[in-house]
């Protein structure tokens, strides 16, 4: 009898979806990106676990994706195999003691249900992140945040997958939170050995229901008239920089809204948005993105770095 394929072998062991040669176009916020050799969804704990277990025996490397907000995917697509974590169960836990409110929170559930979540409950302490698109694993991952606040400074604990499928709990004092940035064990999102984490343990206060419910709502009607919500994009391309104006401020004092390139622009709404108006290319965004950052840096000396992850191989 032949031997199974590695693909076979793991259907034989996985219940969730998995699809071979899949668009990456279908799975990001910028509705960009060449297919990655193999897409999995996993319909559980459990079967992320073999999953992530058998693709590292197996030597095939892994790229972990929530909703694709923060992410743009290269021309040549993704080698190896994207394991989203949207197919897993995302009910959120609340618990009460002593005046303090301890979410439960998969890594799956989108950003803005929790958000809503808790404003509607009376918990304070995530209005900080109303508007942030995408799932709460991915926010952790970068330290997602606004003016107001970042995940960091709510969160107790995280439950991880490591790449050997172990399933294990860091407490946040082991945790390095800073500006878009979580480091755990010296390990950040941009290195190949990162843990997938898997849900997380939020510290929230006890807060008027009224108030933050107004508070939410006037923050998203600001973000809407400011941002431009409707047309595909990554968020906010670049970083701000440690000191100075931020990079949105930067960009549009160069005069680069509305600058194209391909079917990339940059959004008259924010600076900081490169948006797809149709049929834009990795390249298109890169080419565009460069350019800012070229004149940014001859014109104030300032080095933006990308806030949004580069992933996948050169066309």
Not at 35 to 61: H, K, M, N
Not at 111 to 129: D, S
Not at 176 to 186: N, Q, S, T
Request: charged share 20%; proline share 4%.
């Amino acid at each position: 009898m032949a031997a199974l394929s590695p693909i076979d072998a793991l259907t034989a062991l996985y219940q969730g979806v998995i699809k071979k040669e899949e668009p990456m176009a279908r799975h990001t916020t910028f509705k960009v990106g060449w297919p990655c050799d193999l897409y999995l969804e996993p319909g559980s704990l459990d079967d992320l676990r073999i999953a992530v277990a058998f693709l590292t025996q197996q030597g095939i490397p892994l790229t972990v994706v929530g909703d694709g907000t923060n992410i743009l995917v290269r021309d040549g697509g993704i080698e190896g195999a994207v394991i989203s974590l949207a197919g897993i169960d995302t009910a959120i836990d609340d618990k009460k003691a002593d005046g303090t409110i301890f979410l439960t929170v998969p890594a799956g559930v989108k950003t803005q249900h929790l958000c809503r979540f808790a404003a509607v409950r009376g918990y304070q302490g995530l209005n900080f992140a109303t508007g942030i698109p995408g799932t709460v694993g991915g926010a952790l991952a970068m330290n997602a945040g606004t003016d107001k606040g970042a995940f960091g400074e709510v969160v107790e604990s995280l439950t991880l997958i490591d790449v050997s499928g172990k399933l294990r709990t860091v407490e946040a004092g082991a945790l390095d939170f800073k500006y878009r940035h979580l480091a755990i064990e010296g390990m950040t999102r941009h290195d190949a050995d990162f843990p997938i984490i898997v849900s997380a343990r939020l510290r929230l206060e006890a807060g008027d229901r009224e108030v933050l419910v107004s508070e939410r709502e006037a923050l998203l009607a600001r973000r809407k008239a400011s941002q431009p919500v409707n047309l595909p994009s990554a968020g906010c391309f670049f970083k701000n920089p440690p000191q100075g104006p931020a990079a949105g401020q930067l960009i549009d004092g160069l005069g680069f809204k509305g600058e194209t390139v391909g079917g990339a622009k940059v959004s008259e709404l924010h600076a900081n948005y490169l948006v797809n108006i149709g049929s834009a290319t990795a390249d298109d965004i890169l080419t565009l993105a460069g350019r800012i950052k070229e004149r940014v840096q001859q014109t104030h000396g300032i080095q933006l770095e990308e806030e949004v992850t580069l992933v996948g191989r050169e066309a």
